[in-house]
Each structure stands twice: as C-alpha cells, then as structure tokens.
Nanobody, 123 residues
Framework: QVQLVESGGGLVQTGGSLRLSCANL????????MGWFRQAPTKEREFVAA????????????YYADSVRGRFTIAGDNDKNTASLRMISLKPEDTAVYYC????????????WGRGTQVTVSS
C-alpha cells in the first residue's frame, strides 16, 4: 500500500523560500503523475503543481496553478513515487497545509494522499 509522507513545511517570512519533499514509505508502483495540493483555513483544497510521467514541447511534464507559476518548481519520480516542491517568493496567501498526491492513470483520480505539512508565511 502506498504511504505518502510530506516534510519540509514551516514558518517563513514573506519573500522567503521553502522546499517540500514527499516520500513513499509503502509499496511503490508506477504512477502517471505526482502532485501537490494545498488547503488554507476555511477554503477548499486546491491544485498547486504536478509532474507527469512524460511530457513534450507542447505539453511539459510539469504544470502549475496560475497562482504559483514562476515561483514554485516541482520535481518528482513516478517510479519511486517521490516529489518535491521548491517554493520561492512566498506570500501570506501561500499559507496552507500542503498535500502530496499520486495519480495512477491519466485522467484518473488522485487516489493516494499524504497527511500534509503546514506552510505558514508571515507578513
């Protein structure tokens, strides 16, 4: 069974940076994509970034929410079910619990989730 575990969250000032990591402590399996989502207090969980198994010129392997594009960079390994999220120029509105997730097949649900890591950006 997949067991995703996030790490690297913390408290940082506006403009600062953090790097989140996601590891699979359980059985590995080949995924189509590894991704990051976040949920701020009183808000719904939202997509942040993902990295697909394959990509090309018109459809890069990595893709981002508009709110983080240019500031966040995702990396990952779909065979090892690992992912990282490099975040720079952080803003108070980036404050949220960040979750790692795995998508088994293209267009399918994000079926495996970690428990999340808190990121707090102070103003």
């Amino acid at each position: 069974q997949v067991q995703l575990v996030e790490s690297g969250g913390g408290l940082v000032q506006t403009g600062g940076s953090l790097r989140l990591s996601c590891a699979n402590l359980g059985r590995t399996f080949s995924t189509y994509a590894m991704g990051w989502f976040r949920q701020a207090p009183t808000k719904e969980r939202e997509f942040v970034a993902a990295i697909r198994r394959t990509g090309g010129l018109t459809h890069p392997a990595d893709y981002y929410a508009d709110s983080v594009r240019g500031r966040f960079t995702i990396a990952g390994d779909n065979d090892k079910n690992t992912a990282s999220l490099r975040m720079i120029s952080l803003k108070p509105e980036d404050t949220a619990v960040y979750y790692c997730a795995a998508q088994n097949v293209q267009g399918g649900p994000w079926g495996s989730w970690g428990r999340g890591t808190q990121v707090t950006v102070s103003s």
